[in-house]
């Protein structure tokens, strides 16, 4: 990362919000310009620029751009979602990812449902190649279906299956 130069004039981001003189060794000066202000405020906020500074200077200087980069996201979390902060967006998303998940199975069922009823028109289909020329081959069946309609619900289950949707009334944002 490119380092700040103090020596022009303007302090870094940190000390001018702290009011103080920036110096050629702060810790704070390659990675808080003063266009990042806001940044840095809101890192001294939260962790306060003593720890900010305690940990920055445990980590090697060769990921420090990475440090501050996850501190900052994690000052922003914690800023936007007091109570929560990153974990609430962690939260937020695996809920996402099982409501995902839930209407994945939801349209395997309807598909494996729809190849089930194409399966049965071929079988009943005076030419099925005439008639299906786009249909999935036989050769995935056993001859009557029997792989397809054991996994397949009635459609009273995929009815059930629509109407049911997953609410988590204790989310971390309090959203069902």
């Known amino acids: ?10 302090s ?14 702060c810790i704070f000066a390659p990675y808080f310009p003063p266009d990042k202000l806001q940044s840095f405020a809101k ?7 003593s720890n900010a500074s305690k940990i920055l200077s445990e980590v ?4 420090r751009a990475e440090a501050v980069n996850s501190l900052v996201f994690e000052a922003e979390a914690r800023v936007n979602d007091p109570v929560y902060g990153c974990i609430g967006a962690m939260n937020l998303l695996q809920t996402k ?16 449902c ?12 005076p030419d099925p190649v005439e008639n299906y020329a786009g249909a999935i081959p036989l050769d995935d069946y056993d001859g009557i279906g029997n792989e397809i309609t ?3 619900p009635k459609s009273s289950e995929l009815q059930q299956l629509d109407d049911e949707r997953l ?10």
């Open 60 to 63: 090697r200087q060769d990921q």
């Open 43 to 49: 890192i001294h906020k939260v962790f306060g620029a």
């Open 150 to 152: 054991s996994d397949v």
């Open 114 to 125: 729809y190849t089930n009823d194409n399966f049965q028109d071929l079988q009943h289909s």
């Open 167 to 176: 609410d988590y009334p204790y989310g971390p944002f309090g959203q069902h």
């Open 12 to 25: 870094c981001a940190a000390c001018k919000l702290l009011k103080r003189k920036c110096t050629p060794n």
């Open 97 to 112: 990812m099982v409501q995902l998940q839930h209407d994945l199975a939801i349209t395997k069922a309807h598909l494996a």
């Open 1 to 10: 990362m490119k380092r700040y130069d103090s020596r022009s004039g303007s």
